[in-house]
């Protein structure tokens, strides 16, 4: 196994338990991209890294997430499917019975996390590993 999919790995290891304190994996200036879903946008940096999770979890009540495939697709890229849950705190949404699902994007170089890319609810054929 590599050392880019044992660091994802670790990381959704943390996320699984709630715990998204930790950011050693990630570089000062890690570009966090939402590709698609209710709020497409892209943040920069550690500040816009929390504040790109801030906005996201606030919309949820007990969100969580499970990684249920992780896959190095090169030498610098790891693709990880997911499956979320929670409840929306407006709307009331079941993102389980939604089935909801993600696909995580991880760009990493010299062992950080450069480039993070969320989509939501896409099949991963769908994707343009390009983004």
């Known amino acids: 196994m590599s050392e880019n999919l044992d660091l994802v790995r670790s990381i959704y290891a943390d996320w699984e338990r709630g715990d998204f304190s930790r950011t050693d994996w990630a570089h000062p200036e890690i570009e966090c991209v939402f590709a698609d879903g209710p709020s497409p946008g892209r943040w920069t940096g550690m500040a816009g890294m929390a504040e790109f999770a801030r906005e996201w979890m606030s919309a949820w009540d007990d969100w969580s997430l499970e990684a249920e495939e992780c896959r190095e697709l090169d030498s ?27 696909t995580d994007l991880f760009h990493i170089s010299d062992g950080k996390v450069t480039r993070f890319v969320v989509y939501i609810d896409r099949a991963l054929a769908d994707l343009s590993l390009e983004d």
């Open 76 to 102: 610098e890229r790891v693709l990880v499917s997911t499956i979320v849950s929670g409840h929306g705190k407006t709307s009331g949404l079941d993102l389980r019975q939604a089935h909801m699902r993600g």
